[in-house]
């Protein structure tokens, strides 16, 4: 089927997905469905024999990696994003793919693009992850000299050594996120609790939460959890964001990416893009554990 479609792809040659905070049709998507989003892409690029690049220049966030770089001939006001996130859901706790059919219609849309820049956050067609593509994107988001340094001098400020940590990585929801001022149940906190502790990390265990106050009650049951309370934000919001916060979103991304394991909590039935690519990029241990 990708070889009767093929020749319908003339005008494209390169697919570049695009982060930044508005697209034509929406506001942007989180970090970590961007980085999955650039999975798909790599691999439908290689299967059509096609370029692929990734272009952040133009999210504030660029600032603050090293190789960042506009494609040419991309025009940011009519970039727009892909609505099919390959992603069929099953109920709370699973989903499925339909990669074929997937791959049919991105094709047929692409035939109809007379220029190559989009946003994609949708699900890998594949499921095997190629060290080509985990090299080429870990290159894209390495971290300028600046960003480097701090996220040193943090993990010695908490008195960590690389590799020798656990993220527990709790996502709360995007109810909490984008409302500090909703009550935290306790039962909530006492479930999580109970899984970490099946969990039994034996490092010590920073907890990274989309919610200072889940990080905050955590560490009043179990003293022995390092937090530290950031500002928390979300690199795909549709309001303006700040540098502290953009500093700090990843500063927990570079802060995963060192550690011995991750435990990702999540109530999301993908669980959270942002640790699981970032396991995958950086070639950790990861456990997910949807409640």
Not at 106 to 134: A, D, R, V, Y
Not at 186 to 212: A, F, G, R, V
């Amino acid at each position: 089927m990708v070889n009767n479609l093929y020749h319908l792809f003339i005008m494209i040659h390169k697919i570049v997905n695009v982060y930044q905070l508005h697209y034509k049709n929406g506001p942007a998507q989180g970090f970590g469905d961007y980085l999955r989003g650039c999975f798909c892409l790599y691999q439908i690029s290689k299967l059509l024999k096609i370029e692929f690049d990734m272009d952040l220049s133009n999210h504030p966030m660029a600032k603050y990696l090293k190789n960042v770089a506009p494609c040419p001939g991309i025009n940011y006001n009519i970039v727009e994003k892909y609505l099919d996130a390959n992603y069929i859901r099953i109920n709370g706790k699973h989903h499925t793919q339909n990669s074929r059919k997937f791959l049919i219609e991105f094709i047929k849309h692409l035939s109809k693009q007379h220029h190559s820049g989009l946003f994609c956050n949708s699900f890998p067609i594949f499921h095997t992850i190629s060290e080509c593509s985990i090299e080429f994107i870990k290159n894209k988001i390495e971290p300028c000299d600046q960003m480097q340094k701090h996220i040193d001098d943090y993990i010695c400020k908490l008195q960590l050594i690389k590799k020798e940590y656990t993220v527990i990585h709790v996502r709360s929801g995007d109810d909490i996120l984008f409302n500090s001022n909703t009550n935290i149940n306790h039962k909530y906190i006492t479930t999580l609790l109970e899984i970490i502790k099946k969990y039994n990390p034996s490092e010590k265990c920073i907890i990274l939460s989309d919610s200072n106050k889940v990080k905050t009650l955590l560490k009043e049951r179990n003293p022995s959890f390092i937090i530290d309370n950031k500002l928390i934000g979300h690199l795909g919001t549709k309001n303006g964001l700040s540098d502290p916060v953009i500093i700090d979103t990843l500063l927990d991304f570079y802060l995963m990416s060192h550690a011995a394991k991750i435990l990702s909590i999540s109530p999301y039935s993908w669980g959270s893009g942002f640790s699981q690519w970032c396991s995958v990029i950086y070639k950790i241990p990861y456990s997910r554990v949807i409640y």
